[in-house]
């Protein structure tokens, strides 16, 4: 199998946000896409949520806590394993990417921008770490040069798996809350900024998944446990057949889905079922 995959991770979109996404929804409308709900693990918590989407793992196995608990992952993970097969990755993504699944501590002089044909984990990284962040100023790149540059490494380097990372949205959640103008210009402008990218992807052959990491409740918290702070959309464009779109996914279902996809074997560890199917 030699399936291409990218998957964009949108930070805290709880689950009431998503049908603001136009695009992603007419989509679904047209076949074009499918569409589940999917709840994460807890904590909760960004960072918490980063390793187990790529370890397939609880937070309580894989040792991240928060996100002041941020350190180098020893546990097999997506990166890895596609490595292991022998394909290509890609990463832009916040810095704890990097430092979960290559190297920590993040050095930005060395570490913001890497092409590392042999590596064992990340090939050809772009990051950024939003220092100085606060509810003023969010620090978050546009994200319409963040898609533009998962592209560059698609087209630059025909890398096989690739993941953005953007956290636009959980910032203006946490500033403004979700229930707002504010957010729902934000979610227009991310949805119609990511439209163009994904008919692109696709034709140049990639699966596609779009998804977030976590939701956020009414005040722009989430940690811990409940509908508002854990679930949240996944939307899959590509030609497996999946599980019945009524049926609650389990964040951890994501790590072996994607190495399925891929043609990389599922380590021992990922014990959560793939919600796609084989080809």
């Known amino acids: 199998m030699q399936n291409k995959l990218l998957l964009i991770i949108l930070d805290g979109v709880p689950l009431n946000n998503w049908p603001l996404f136009g695009n992603l929804e007419g989509w679904v409308d047209s076949g074009e896409a499918r569409k589940w709900t999917m709840r994460s693990v807890l904590p909760s918590t960004s960072a918490s949520c980063y390793a187990s989407i790529h370890t397939g793992v609880a937070p309580a196995i894989h040792g991240v806590t ?6 180098r992952v020893d546990m097999p993970d997506v990166f890895s394993e596609v490595r292991k097969a022998g394909r290509t990755t890609g990463a832009v993504t916040h810095s704890f990417w990097s430092e979960f699944f290559n190297r920590s501590p993040f050095d930005p002089v060395r570490d913001l921008e890497y092409d590392e044909a042999e590596s064992a984990t990340i090939n050809h990284g772009r990051f950024h770490t939003m220092t100085g962040y606060n509810l003023i100023n969010q620090t978050t790149p546009s994200d319409a040069d963040l898609f533009a540059t998962l592209t560059m490494l698609t087209e630059r380097y025909g890398i096989d798996y690739g ?4 956290c636009t949205l959980d910032s203006m959640g946490h500033r403004f809350r979700h229930d707002c103008q504010e957010m729902d210009q934000a979610i227009f402008h991310m949805d119609e900024k990511l439209a163009p990218y994904i008919s692109r992807w696709r034709k140049a052959g990639y ?5 977030a990491d976590h939701g956020q409740n009414e005040r722009g918290h989430h940690g811990g446990r409940g509908s508002s702070q854990q679930d949240f959309a996944i939307y899959y464009f590509g030609e497996a057949n999946g599980a ?31 919600f796609l199917s084989a080809d």
Not at 207 to 211: A, K, L, P, W
Not at 249 to 259: V, W
């Open 66 to 71: 928060g996100n002041d608990n941020v350190f």
């Open 163 to 166: 993941i953005l990372h953007t």
């Open 207 to 211: 699966e596609v998944i779009v998804t």
């Open 244 to 274: 019945p779109t009524d049926t609650l996914l389990d964040q951890r279902q994501l790590a072996p889905t994607i190495l399925q996809r891929l043609g990389a074997q599922v380590p021992e560890t990922m014990r959560a079922q793939s």
